[in-house]
């Protein structure tokens, strides 16, 4: 597959395209982006690299750090989460809080927010150092030890997070959260304010077409059992209320994130990190969205 001619296509066909939606700001630090940033990284299991615009640009990772924490969360208590946090889609936006009650505090899936706050939680009680010990597991599955929190987006996100502090109240008042609610929402804002580039966001999701493995490193990080269940969560519930739209046009499991963000996975093959800052009023990236639409219907592959 010539993937460097395939990316350049792409891009061209892309950057012709109007650019529609908005850069998020309820985050007011995450407006400071331009909105005509787009760049798309794509890196096989065999360790070739295929890059295209503006891949080797920091951006903010927001939700796509769920992946991480999931990752990291089952590697420490494996099955066990699944007492705290459901796996089936939820149908509503990210941030809601309606489900949450009458299911008495146990979250639809780990990538809503509700979901991503006991998980947050589940981290504060098993590591010694969260904050630390969290950006070391990012740094070691990326390749990368130059990652870094950006501590005016947590800071900006802290002062304006009071749904996600509604969120983490309710969960509290329902037995799901056992440590600080501040400290809860502390860690959940930093590991969402991680700045990282295409590169190595596809870098680190590469473990999941590989069976577990970081190809960098060679290191088994989750099994392959574990894998399957990820991507299963990913494909359903990676993209909001648009996960069932993002698994019929593009037909991989992935994840967005609100800075602009999507990484998605061809199993045994390859990921694939875009980032174009404008979000659809689902909240997902419009173009990135598109250039993966592209990506499966040009390469004629996907997970179908
Ligand atoms: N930090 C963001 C929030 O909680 C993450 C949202 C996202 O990327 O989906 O609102």
Known sequence: MNYSELLKNIYEEVKGLPLEGKVASYIPQLANVSADKFGMSLLTVDGKEYKVGDTDENFSIQSISKVFTLTHVMSLVGETIWERIGVEPSGNSFNSIVQLEYENGIPRNPFINAGALVMADLLVSKLNDPKKDFLEFVRKISGNKNIEYNLAV?????????????????????????????????????????????????????????????????????????VKRISAL????????????????????????????????????????????????????????????????????SIF
């Open 154 to 226: 947590a800071k900006s996100e802290k002062e304006t997070g009071f749904m996600n502090a509604s969120l983490v109240n309710m969960l509290k008042s329902r037995g799901n959260i056992h440590n600080k609610v501040e400290d809860v929402l502390d860690f959940y804002f930093h590991q969402c304010s991680i700045e990282m580039t295409c590169k190595d966001l596809a870098n680190s999701f590469l473990l999941f077409a590989n069976q577990g493995k970081c190809a960098h490193l060679q290191d088994q990080i989750i099994s392959g059992s574990q």
């Open 234 to 301: 990913m494909l359903s519930c990676g993209f909001y209320d648009e996960s069932g739209e993002f698994a019929y046009k593009v037909g991989l499991p992935g994840k967005s994130g609100v800075g602009g963000g999507i990484v998605a996975v061809q199993p045994q093959k390859y990921s694939v990190a875009v980032w174009s800052p404008k979000l659809n009023k689902k909240g997902n990236s419009s173009l990135g969205m598109k250039a993966l639409e592209l990506l499966t219907t040009k390469t004629g592959m």
